[in-house]
C-alpha cells in the first residue's frame, strides 16, 4: 500500500506549482499595505432580503462596543442576498462605515442545534486524528472518518448520511484561478456525475469540501455550483469549521498550506464503497471520469 509519508514527500515537492491565489491575483506585500477595516461579530435574525439592492435587513443582539440590540438594514454581496431565508439564524461580521452603508460578510447559519452538532462531531474528529498520531492518514481499503459540515444550502450533512451508498470525493475551493487544479478536478467530477447516470449508477453522492473554509461560506458554495450549472441533486459542496477542515485534509492525505495570499495544495479524488470504505483513489487532476465509472456498482 502506498504510504503517507511517500505521499506527502511526492506532493510537498510540488506544491510551489500547485499555489493558488485567494485573492484574485492581490499579492501579499500588497494586501498588507491596505488597512484592516474594523469588524464585529453580529448574530440575529433575517427578517426580509432585497436582492436587487442587495441588502438585508437583520433583527440583530446587542453588538458588543458598537450598538444595541435592533432591526435595522446591511449591505451584502449579491451572493449572500440570494441566499439568504426570511427567519434564519445567521452569524455574521459587520464592518461600519461613515460614508454609507454598514456591511455584512462572513454570513454562515447561526442555528444553536446545528452548530452543537457540527462542534460534537469536530471535536471526536479532533480526538480521532490525535489517537491515530502518524497512522491518521486513511489508506486505500480504510474506512473513511465521522465529519459533520454544512452544506451549499446551509444543511448539515453528517457522513452516516452517505452509509449505503457510493461516494466520490474531493476538495476545492471556490477562488481557485488555476485551470488545472480545482477548476479541472471540479469539471470531472461533473463529468462523471453524467457518464454514472448514463451507466445507470445507483446511489452515487459527489462531495466537494472546500480547502478554504474561511471564505468559502454555504452562500458562496451556493453559487459556485449554481455558476456552473451543476446538479446538486447528488452532488454537495461542503464547509465547516476550520479544524474539522483541517483534521479531513490529514485523514485523506491532502496537504494545503496558505503562503499570503497563496494557497499551496494537492489534489485527490476517491472513491468510497456503500459501507464506508475507500476503494480507489486518484492523485492530481490527470483522472479519466470513465475509470472511476467503471469501479462504481451498478
Given at each position: ?159 452516516v448520511r452517505f452509509h449505503g451508498k457510493q461516494i466520490m470525493l474531493n476538495f476545492i475551493f471556490s477562488r481557485c484561478p488555476v485551470a488545472t487544479m480545482c477548476p479541472a478536478s471540479t469539471l470531472k467530477m461533473m463529468a462523471t456525475q453524467k457518464l454514472a447516470r448514463e451507466a445507470g449508477v445507483k ?96
Amino acid at each position: 500500500m502506498k504510504s503517507y509519508a511517500l505521499l506527502a514527500a511526492g506532493a510537498l515537492a510540488l506544491l510551489s506549482a500547485a499555489g493558488c491565489s485567494r485573492s484574485g491575483g492581490t499579492n501579499a506585500s500588497a494586501a498588507a499595505a491596505v488597512p484592516e477595516e474594523k469588524r464585529y461579530p453580529l448574530t440575529g435574525e433575517v427578517i426580509s432580503a432585497d436582492i436587487a439592492r442587495k441588502v438585508l435587513v437583520v433583527q440583530h443582539d446587542e453588538i458588543k462596543g458598537l450598538m444595541p440590540a435592533m432591526t435595522m438594514e446591511f449591505a451584502v454581496s449579491a451572493t449572500d442576498a440570494a441566499a439568504a431565508k426570511p427567519g434564519q439564524r445567521i452569524r455574521a461580521e459587520v464592518i461600519p462605515s461613515d460614508k454609507g452603508a454598514w456591511h455584512l460578510e462572513k454570513i454562515w447559519p447561526d442555528d444553536k442545534s446545528a452548530a452543537a452538532t457540527i462542534a460534537a462531531q469536530a471535536g471526536a474528529l479532533r480526538q480521532d486524528t490525535l489517537i491515530r498520531g502518524n497512522g491518521a492518514y486513511r489508506e486505500v481499503g480504510e474506512k473513511i472518518p465521522d465529519f459533520a459540515l454544512y452544506d451549499q444550502e446551509g444543511r448539515v450533512v453528517q457522513s452516516v448520511r452517505f452509509h449505503g451508498k457510493q461516494i466520490m470525493l474531493n476538495f476545492i475551493f471556490s477562488r481557485c484561478p488555476v485551470a488545472t487544479m480545482c477548476p479541472a478536478s471540479t469539471l470531472k467530477m461533473m463529468a462523471t456525475q453524467k457518464l454514472a447516470r448514463e451507466a445507470g449508477v445507483k446511489n452515487l453522492e459527489l462531495v466537494s469540501i472546500t480547502l478554504d473554509p474561511a471564505y468559502d461560506s454555504p452562500a458562496v458554495l451556493k453559487e459556485y455550483a449554481a455558476v456552473r450549472g451543476i446538479d446538486t441533486a447528488n452532488f454537495s459542496f461542503l464547509t465547516g469549521p476550520d479544524s474539522a477542515i483541517k483534521d479531513l485534509l490529514t485523514q485523506f492525505g491532502i496537504i494545503a498550506e496558505f503562503d499570503g495570499n497563496l494557497l499551496k495544495h494537492t489534489l485527490s479524488t476517491l472513491l468510497i464503497d456503500e459501507n464506508g470504505r475507500i476503494i480507489h483513489r486518484a492523485d492530481g487532476s490527470v483522472w479519466e471520469p470513465a475509470d472511476f465509472v467503471a469501479k462504481m456498482k451498478r
